[in-house]
């Protein structure tokens, strides 16, 4: 399950690209959550979970879901106009450290050693090698669009944490369902508000693209994330960002012939190596239980 998802979702950016290629970039997006809104839906009513967010918590979960889960990856498609698919997955490991860093602000319970804040501002040191803003040329088309994607990854950090905070009850598939119907909604209005025409796909490409997105790399993945959630825990199901890259990577190469300059590669090693620092008693625990396992 672990390696279907790591394929899902790093598959994923080189459907975007394929995507952009004739879609519009925010009504690319309101597409994706569209698709996976009615089957997560639709798969929660047909299993009779608790899939009506009536409770104030649940609202407030599926309102953060939409908002910053779902809404703010409308930024992840505006920043692959020019940014190269592998770049962009790579960016994503940055998730679990910001994760980090929003629990602190607003969770009570979470609290950052003086270790982890290394470990935190490795993260950072990481990211500022991946975009490189150029002081001449801050405004330039590829630093732009990688501080889209910066934005889109401290969103979907800031709802996971929100998420949390809230403390639902509402079935995971029912809240992811909702919580992409709402960021649909969103996404819609604004490709709307910035004046993208509307238009439904016209190339088999396009349409894939979106059948994929919404159908493989969204309403199924996101069952096998919650699975993993539930099964192994945060911490193994938080690894699969730093194994996408990898998959998104390979296929940008090999399909689109994009290319990653050293620097990009290790701004990923060290972010990597600051997520190490910040979860080191965590990842312990986890070796000893593997080691315990085979033994």
């Known amino acids: 399950m672990f390696a279907t998802l790591a394929l899902c979702w790093g598959f994923s950016f080189l459907a975007i690209a394929v995507g952009l290629e004739s879609l519009e970039p925010v009504l690319f997006a309101a597409f994706r959550?569209?698709?996976?809104?009615?089957?997560?839906?639709?798969?929660?009513?047909?299993?009779?979970?608790?899939?009506?967010?009536?409770?104030?918590?649940?609202?407030?979960?599926?309102l953060a879901g939409g908002l910053f889960l779902v809404a703010a990856n409308g930024m992840l498609f505006i920043g692959q106009q020019t940014v190269p698919s592998g770049v962009a997955a790579i960016m994503q490991s940055l998730i679990p450290i910001l994760t980090s860093l929003w629990a602190f602000g607003l969770l009570p319970e979470e609290r950052v050693s003086a270790v982890g804040a290394v470990g935190i501002l490795l993260g950072f040191v990481g990211v500022g090698?991946?975009?490189?803003?150029?002081?001449?040329?801050?405004?330039?088309?590829?630093?732009?669009?990688?501080?889209?994607?910066?934005?889109?990854?401290?969103?979907?950090?800031?709802?996971?944490?929100?998420?949390?905070?809230?403390?639902?009850?509402?079935?995971?598939?029912?809240?992811?369902?909702?919580?992409?119907?709402?960021?649909?909604?969103?996404?819609?209005?604004?490709?709307?508000?910035?004046g993208e025409p509307f238009s439904l796909p016209t190339t088999l490409e396009a349409a894939a693209a979106v059948a994929y997105l919404g159908v493989i790399a969204t309403a199924l993945a996101f069952i096998i994330y919650f699975t993993l959630l539930e099964v192994r825990g945060a911490l193994e199901a938080s690894l699969v960002t730093y194994l996408v890259p990898i998959v998104a990577t390979i296929t940008g190469v090999v399909v689109l012939h994009e290319t990653l300059t050293a620097l990009t590669v290790l701004g990923f090693l060290v972010v990597f190596a600051g997520f190490i620092v910040l979860k080191r008693e965590a990842i312990a625990e986890l070796v000893g239980e593997i080691r315990g396992a085979v033994a």
């Not at 959550?33 to 599926?62: E, F, G, K």
């Not at 088309?141 to 990854?153: A, D, E, K, P, Y």
């Not at 992409?180 to 709307?192: D, F, W, Y």
């Open 33 to 62: 959550y569209d698709t996976a809104a009615i089957l997560l839906l639709a798969y929660a009513l047909i299993s009779r979970a608790t899939w009506r967010p009536t409770s104030r918590a649940n609202l407030s979960a599926v």
């Open 129 to 194: 090698l991946i975009i490189r803003p150029d002081p001449g040329n801050l405004l330039g088309s590829s630093v732009v669009g990688r501080l889209m994607i910066l934005i889109q990854v401290s969103g979907v950090a800031l709802g996971g944490v929100l998420i949390q905070r809230a403390n639902p009850t509402l079935d995971k598939s029912a809240l992811s369902g909702w919580s992409m119907l709402i960021g649909g909604v969103i996404l819609h209005a604004m490709s709307t508000a910035i």
